[in-house]
């Protein structure tokens, strides 16, 4: 699966991909991810690739030859299934959207900045919206890390043991019970017994309940869903 980030700031995204999981992935050739400097593609004057907003009004608002400069490069390569647009007020992230997008090829994330980007690219160039959290954040670069993060452990391939993806929370609507290690005992604070007998049925009955019981505590309305 392939990524390709088109972002004001690729030193922001230089480091999230070069460890653990995401690394491993890319060098099994699992997961490719390309940063564009979107400065690399605007023909304006001093590399402008922003501009102050129409109306008048405090911030400045990335303009659209840029964008689609740099888009028509990208499509001229390949077929991109999604362009997706990194934005507050977008469909929000969920684990259900993260295992949908971990089916697709070619993904490109566009990361707005500033004040955002001109309406008519959003309008007319992007496929989708996507947000992760109601927050607003100053740049799209760190969301787009969290998004190819989500989505890069879900390739299938990529965790050492594949089935673990499926324990997680939020698969199956349900929070994963908690897990323990060594030492068994420490400051008298002791590792449940069940987990210490061996006895896989009950382990697998002992977790489910956990699951349960946590989701209902903690997000009951993961259980309506
Ligand atoms: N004026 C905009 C916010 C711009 S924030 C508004 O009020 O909606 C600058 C950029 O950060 C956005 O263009 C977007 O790409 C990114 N961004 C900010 N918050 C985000 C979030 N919660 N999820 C995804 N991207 C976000």
Request: proline letters at 4%; charged letters at 25%.
């Amino acid at each position: 699966m392939r990524f390709d980030i088109i972002t004001l700031l690729p030193g922001l995204l230089a480091g999230p991909f070069e460890h653990s999981i995401l690394k491993r992935a890319a060098d099994k050739g699992l997961l490719e991810v390309e940063l564009h400097n979107l400065r690399d593609y605007t023909t304006f004057k001093h590399k402008q690739v922003d501009d102050y907003q129409y109306g008048g009004g405090a911030g400045m608002v990335l303009m659209i030859e840029p964008v689609v400069r740099c888009l028509d490069f990208l499509k001229a390569q390949r077929e991109y299934e999604e362009i997706i647009y990194m934005s507050p007020d977008g469909e929000l992230l969920n684990q259900s959207l993260a295992n949908q997008l971990s089916l697709k090829n070619n993904i490109i994330l566009l990361c707005g900045h500033y004040k955002g980007i001109d309406q008519r690219i959003r309008e007319h160039l992007i496929t989708r919206e996507i947000s992760i959290g109601d927050y607003v954040l100053s740049g799209g670069e760190l969301a787009a890390a969290v998004l190819v993060d989500a989505i890069g452990r879900l390739i299938p391939g990529v965790l050492n043991d594949e089935s673990s993806a499926l324990f997680d929370s939020f698969q199956d609507n349900l929070l994963a019970p908690p897990v323990y290690t060594r030492p068994e005992t420490f400051n008298n604070w002791r590792v449940p017994e069940v987990l210490l007998s061996g006895d896989q049925k009950r382990i697998d009955a002992w977790r489910n309940e956990l699951s349960l019981e946590r989701t209902r505590l903690l997000r009951p309305a993961l259980l309506n869903k």
